[in-house]
């Protein structure tokens, strides 16, 4: 789950992290009252679950600027925010249609001497969360880890004692800071530590870090990325969730209890199990066809879940086929083959479908099917199955 870069901030400050006063607003009328608050300059930093909005272009407005924004002047602010609010931002995240700004950020601007990056992941190679950190922050932080790696400084963190202090103290050394900014930095970096291990995160980033012209260390952008998993355990991070910026099919299988993320293709995919499901989409792509989604049902769906989950698939102008993938285990065949007859009935699609079945009661399964009446086309096997959806599809 993403979340704002404000609610970011808010959750590092509490932490400890020192951070740029701000409002968040929701209309141009209201910026401008946030600038009469905070003084200028300002910065206006367009709210959207996006890389790369200060790079950003606003679709068909004609304006020069992105997503990010400094501003001087309280005339300047209205016009600057109402384009923000009535275009939409385009980055390299968003897709050609863009992103809805229906949140800006008024921020006091900063002053900026130095820019740096630290962040927070999971190393799956050592199975411990590390603190990386880089002394060449800012945008161009990917070309950096990309041309120069060896510039990525990294830190092992237990998630029994989180990060240690002489940990970020001496980290604050390599990355260059001195004097009263290493205490600066070694509270931001433990505030970054508290934040990504206490609320199960995936992914915290500061990029960047800034020091002003006074030695200040400040919290300028922030990123975080919550383990979906372990929202159970966090209600109040659950509730930070901006449903505007999530996909809406995406969002009616997650309250459906199934796995689905959309994808650009046009053969629909309904499949149980998640590496069975990734094989599919594979399979797929080898024989000529573009997936339009990933879609696990999981082990024990039920007739309801199958047929929410086909008027999901099929709610996608873009599908032209269906390819059924179902592999008997806890998942009887015969069970899912009575939900695909009843899904049928009541969604009664209009594309092309294409089952393939094996493993437990197979062959009650595919009897269910073939006395159906229905328009389905089965499959002996996985490579048949995908040859067929293809030709379908086209």
Same mark, same amino acid.
């Given at each position: 789950?993403?979340?704002?870069?404000?609610? @970011?901030?808010?959750?590092?400050?509490?932490?400890?992290?020192?951070?740029?006063?701000?409002? %968040?607003?929701?209309?141009?009328?209201?910026?401008?009252? $946030?600038?009469?608050?905070?003084?200028?300059?300002?910065?206006?930093? $367009?709210?959207?679950?996006?890389?790369? *909005?200060?790079?950003?272009?606003?679709?068909?407005?004609?304006?020069?600027?992105?997503?990010?924004?400094?501003?001087?002047?309280?005339?300047?602010?209205?016009?600057? $925010?109402?384009?923000?609010?009535?275009?939409?931002?385009?980055?390299?995240?968003?897709?050609?249609?863009?992103?809805?700004? +229906?949140?800006? &950020?008024?921020?006091?601007?900063?002053?900026? @001497?130095?820019?740096?990056?630290?962040?927070?992941?999971?190393?799956?190679?050592?199975?411990?969360?590390?603190?990386?950190?880089?002394?060449?922050?800012?945008?161009?932080?990917?070309?950096?880890?990309?041309?120069?790696?060896?510039?990525?400084?990294? %830190?092992?963190? +237990?998630?029994?004692?989180?990060?240690?202090?002489?940990?970020?103290?001496?980290?604050?050394?390599?990355?260059?800071?001195?004097?009263?900014?290493?205490?600066?930095?070694?509270?931001?970096?433990?505030?970054?530590?508290?934040?990504?291990?206490?609320?199960?995160?995936?992914?915290?980033?500061?990029?960047?870090?800034?020091?002003?012209?006074?030695?200040?260390?400040?919290?300028?952008?922030?990123?975080?990325?919550?383990?979906?998993?372990?929202?159970?355990?966090?209600?109040?991070?659950?509730?930070?969730?901006?449903?505007?910026?999530?996909?809406?099919?995406?969002? *009616?299988?997650? *309250?459906?209890?199934?796995?689905?993320?959309?994808?650009?293709?046009?053969?629909?995919?309904? %499949?149980?199990?998640?590496g069975l499901a990734m094989s599919t989409m594979d399979i797929i792509k080898y024989h000529g066809g573009e997936p339009a989604n990933f879609l696990d049902v999981g082990g024990g769906a039920n007739k309801d879940q199958v047929t929410e989950a086909l008027r999901i698939l099929l709610g996608d102008p873009n599908v032209k086929a269906v390819l059924i993938n179902i592999f008997g285990g806890i998942m009887k065949c015969d069970t899912i083959a009575n939900a695909v007859v009843a899904a049928f009935k009541e969604v009664?699609?209009?594309?092309?479908?294409?089952?393939? &079945?094996?493993?437990?009661?197979?062959?009650?399964? *595919?009897?269910?099917?073939?006395? +159906?009446?229905?328009?389905?086309?089965?499959?002996?096997?996985?490579?048949?199955?995908?040859?067929?959806?293809?030709?379908?599809?086209?």
């Amino acid at each position: 789950m993403k979340i704002h870069e404000f609610q @970011a901030k808010e959750l590092l400050a509490a932490a400890g992290a020192s951070v740029p006063r701000g409002l %968040v607003v929701s209309s141009a009328a209201d910026a401008l009252s $946030a600038f009469d608050k905070l003084g200028g300059p300002v910065v206006l930093k $367009a709210q959207v679950h996006a890389g790369g *909005r200060g790079k950003g272009r606003f679709k068909d407005s004609g304006a020069d600027f992105g997503g990010v924004k400094f501003i001087k002047n309280r005339e300047d602010v209205g016009k600057v $925010a109402d384009v923000m609010f009535k275009f939409p931002l385009v980055t390299k995240q968003t897709g050609a249609d863009g992103q809805k700004v +229906s949140k800006i &950020l008024v921020q006091e601007a900063a002053d900026i @001497a130095r820019e740096i990056y630290i962040g927070m992941v999971l190393d799956r190679t050592i199975g411990m969360p590390i603190l990386m950190a880089c002394a060449e922050g800012g945008v161009e932080i990917e070309e950096v880890a990309a041309k120069t790696p060896e510039k990525i400084l990294k %830190v092992p963190v +237990s998630p029994e004692t989180g990060l240690l202090a002489f940990q970020a103290r001496r980290l604050a050394f390599e990355l260059g800071f001195t004097g009263e900014q290493v205490g600066q930095a070694e509270k931001i970096m433990m505030a970054l530590s508290k934040v990504f291990l206490e609320k199960d995160c995936s992914l915290a980033e500061i990029n960047p870090l800034v020091v002003s012209p006074k030695g200040e260390v400040i919290v300028l952008d922030a990123k975080i990325t919550f383990d979906d998993n372990a929202l159970f355990r966090h209600p109040d991070v659950e509730k930070l969730l901006d449903e505007s910026e999530e996909n809406p099919a995406e969002l *009616r299988a997650a *309250r459906a209890g199934l796995s689905f993320i959309s994808l650009n293709g046009n053969i629909g995919c309904l %499949v149980n199990g998640a590496g069975l499901a990734m094989s599919t989409m594979d399979i797929i792509k080898y024989h000529g066809g573009e997936p339009a989604n990933f879609l696990d049902v999981g082990g024990g769906a039920n007739k309801d879940q199958v047929t929410e989950a086909l008027r999901i698939l099929l709610g996608d102008p873009n599908v032209k086929a269906v390819l059924i993938n179902i592999f008997g285990g806890i998942m009887k065949c015969d069970t899912i083959a009575n939900a695909v007859v009843a899904a049928f009935k009541e969604v009664q699609p209009k594309v092309p479908f294409v089952v393939r &079945l094996e493993g437990t009661n197979v062959g009650e399964g *595919r009897r269910i099917l073939q006395e +159906s009446g229905l328009n389905l086309a089965t499959a002996t096997d996985l490579t048949d199955a995908a040859k067929k959806v293809v030709a379908a599809a086209k």
